[in-house]
């Protein structure tokens, strides 16, 4: 009777788990690296970000620096260019907003992007391509919630030098990063690097992952709990600390990505790429580590001065410097 009790338990749990993952989340491909992820869907997405901003702002009261603040003023100044040469990247129109204010991206320049030098720049910066739908196009990269988006970006006047994007395409900038970047270009890296979570989708992709990895530690757990064996009881700490390291390291390959399409969308915007990397290794840093949610200063420069990766990026920056326009991503 037991026997079927805990298989019923587990039947009903394992379906529950399945439509809820049907019915929230979507496979997706993410602009710039091509790579297939689960993530939540748009709408839910929105609705989240609604509420995480309205607690955001609860926490943070009276920090927000005002939109006319020459530091706020400055930082959109580079989103909008960043912003704007994704829209041309993706082929998403002319028109987005920041903060409500309407904005006009690039001509489309006249080069699509050049498949296989792409490609071969995302396999040495770890990223893995499928040929056959590279080649034939059947799965084309999500866009949808980047089309007509209204942007919405802050500074935040904390000492702390951190950048952070949020869930509806809110990206905050802390105070203290602006005290310690020399330049544009140098802000530009950071600003690239958060709209590339937001293009990537990674925080709706990683609340379907923790959903779905609660699920299975939790179904671990009960299986464990009902043989009624001490030393089985004794493991849960140990799943736990296993989901962690997962869990980081997981954190820091969707950082990687991030750094991957921000170098892309700073030299489509006309930046100069070769700032990054000095940037993520001399200002940044970072020791990294399997107990870390994001990779050391030093490996993230080491992975964009790959020579294919920076080539490319420089590829592109020169085709924007000679007034080709911005090439397509899609």
Request: charged fraction near 25%.
């Amino acid at each position: 009777m037991r026997f079927c009790r805990r298989n019923w338990v587990a039947l009903f749990f394992g379906g529950s788990v399945v439509c809820t993952t049907i019915c929230c989340a979507r496979i997706q491909r993410v602009p710039y690296t091509g790579r297939f992820h689960l993530a939540l869907t748009e709408n839910i997405e929105d609705k989240l970000g609604e509420y995480q901003w309205q607690e955001f702002e609860k926490e943070n009261k009276g920090k927000l620096l005002p939109l006319s603040d020459p530091r706020t003023i400055r930082v959109q100044s580079v989103a909008t260019k960043i912003i704007a040469a994704m829209n041309s990247g993706l082929r998403l129109g002319t028109e987005f907003k920041i903060n409500g204010h309407l904005g006009a991206s690039r001509d489309f320049g006249d080069k699509v992007a050049q498949y296989f030098n792409f490609k071969s720049a995302l396999a040495e910066a770890g990223f893995k391509h499928s040929q056959k739908r590279d080649r034939n196009f059947i799965w084309k990269p999500a866009t949808k919630h980047l089309n007509q988006r209204n942007w919405e970006v802050y500074v935040l006047n904390t000492p702390e030098v951190n950048a952070s994007c949020h869930l509806g395409g809110r990206i905050v900038v802390c105070n203290g990063l602006l005290d310690i970047v020399d330049n544009d270009a140098e802000l530009a890296t950071i600003i690239g690097h958060e709209v590339g979570h937001a293009v990537a989708r990674h925080i709706a992709e990683g609340i379907v992952r923790l959903f779905l990895m609660l699920s299975a530690l939790i179904a671990l757990i009960y299986a464990l709990i009902t043989t009624g064996d001490s030393t089985s009881r004794g493991n849960v700490d140990g799943l736990a600390s296993l989901q962690d390291m997962f869990s980081n390291l997981m954190s820091r390959r969707r950082e990687a990505e991030a750094d991957y399409i921000g170098l892309m969308l700073m030299a489509s915007a006309g930046y100069n790429p070769q700032v990054a990397p000095k940037v993520y290794e001399k200002k940044l840093g970072g020791e990294g580590g399997i107990q870390s949610t994001h990779p050391s200063g030093m490996k993230r420069a080491k992975l964009l001065q790959k020579p294919k990766v920076m080539n490319n990026a420089l590829a592109v920056y020169k085709e924007v410097k000679d007034g080709e326009g911005v090439r397509s991503f899609v």
